[in-house]
């Protein structure tokens, strides 16, 4: 079988989950280091999404490191599977969380000029979390895609 760019058990593999991570721990960590976050419930949702991905890719960068370390090979159907169908769910939470977030974003900040007037609300930080949770939903979204490719090849 050919091997694609992001398969479980390789380094680009490793290099995607480790991207995930990184993104997604950036997002939780300017959320939560911004006021006032907790009184949105968007955003709460935005750092459970994010907080539910960071488990899973880790998760997945241990079991890649583990396959690197003893030449296993993880592209068996049982296990593929279990990763198109963790990789989807988490995609769908993420990509939900973070559209929910920019859109209270969007409305306070550009439709109702509510961050110009509430100086003490950071939105900076909201847009940039947001930005962070979008990215990681990209590097998902890859890799849940080639998942399925794999899957479809198993």
């Not at 280091?33 to 709460?44: E, K, V």
Request: contains cysteine; charged residues 10%.
């Amino acid at each position: 079988m050919k091997e694609l760019i992001g398969s479980p058990g390789t380094v680009s593999g490793l290099v995607l989950r480790i991207g995930q991570c990184s993104f997604a721990a950036t997002s939780i960590g300017i959320m939560v280091s911004a006021n006032a976050f907790s009184d949105y419930t968007a955003f709460c949702y935005l750092i459970a999404s994010m907080g539910l991905q960071l488990l899973w890719s880790f998760g997945l960068a241990c079991l890649d490191v583990y396959a690197l370390r003893r030449k296993r090979d993880l592209q068996n159907p049982v296990l593929v599977s279990l990763f198109v169908v963790g990789d989807w769910v988490t995609a769908l939470l993420s990509l939900a969380a973070a559209c929910s977030s920019a859109g209270v974003v969007v409305l306070y900040a550009r439709d109702l000029k509510f961050c110009k007037v509430q100086t003490n609300l950071p939105c900076n930080r909201y847009e940039i979390s947001i930005l962070m949770a979008f990215l990681t939903w990209l590097l998902i979204g890859v890799s849940s895609h080639v998942m399925l490719w794999i899957l479809a090849s198993v």
